[in-house]
């Protein structure tokens, strides 16, 4: 079954303790990011990459990094996270955008809880 | 800056036919998306237009005018598993996707 799978799908933590939000598929997608959704904000995207070693910032990647090591997976680090990272985030995958309607596939998300 | 709005939230009755509209202001457009998420879950597929007129299917079908940089996504013989969240999102002239925050739609029996 093609499918974008995160780990874990809950998290609480506190303050300063370093985690990785794993993503990984299996459609052999060029394209993944990162993104985080809050009430009344929408989707904003974190990180992306358009392949392999390959990252690109989005809109708010402050206090977070990526790594793009294998096709597959694009592991989210939050190196010191802080309660203002408390959110729900979702990772997505696509084959290059182009001029085709390359719809995002998404994982599930991860609920995270930063005390 | 890029913006996309929809109104927060919209009311229909079961079997009723609803219209959400989003407007945009983008850098450039490569492409309109609509998503329907339901709570607590990932956002999932609904259509995409890249040309001006209407996309047709089944109970969904969604409009683009790129002059007016409007689009809206009509929903006919309205279920009570169409409660949902629907996200409109446009691709910019960087291929990126900016998101509007979507309308929460519900559906009353």
């Known amino acids: 079954e093609a499918q974008v799978t995160q780990n874990p799908r809950y998290l609480i933590t506190v303050t300063g303790k370093k985690l990785t939000v794993t993503c990984s598929q299996n459609m052999n997608h060029e394209y993944m990011s990162w993104y985080r959704q809050d009430p009344g904000l929408g989707l904003r995207q974190i990180y992306y990459s358009m392949n392999v070693e390959v990252t690109d910032k989005g809109d708010v990647p402050e206090g977070y990094k990526v790594s793009r090591k294998e096709k597959r997976n694009f592991p989210l680090i939050l190196e010191s996270p802080s309660p203002n990272q408390t959110s729900l985030y979702f990772c997505?995958?696509?084959?290059?955008?182009?001029?085709?309607?390359?719809?995002?596939?998404f994982g599930p998300g991860t609920r995270l809880t930063v005390l | 800056g890029q913006n996309i709005d929809q109104p927060t939230e919209m009311t229909a009755t079961e079997g009723a036919i609803v219209q959400i509209n989003c407007t945009y202001q983008t850098s450039g457009f490569n492409g309109l998306f609509w998503y329907q998420q339901h709570a607590g879950e990932a956002p999932t597929f609904l259509s995409y237009n890249v040309l001006d007129g209407l996309e047709e299917k089944g109970r969904f079908s969604s409009f683009l005018s790129r002059s007016k940089g409007y689009s809206y996504l009509l929903l006919k013989e309205l279920q009570m598993k169409d409660s949902a969240s629907y996200l409109c999102a446009v691709r910019d002239s960087n291929y990126q996707l900016i998101w509007g925050a979507g309308t929460k739609l519900i559906i009353k029996p």
């Open positions: 997505a995958s696509s084959p290059i955008p182009g001029q085709g309607g390359h719809e995002q596939f």
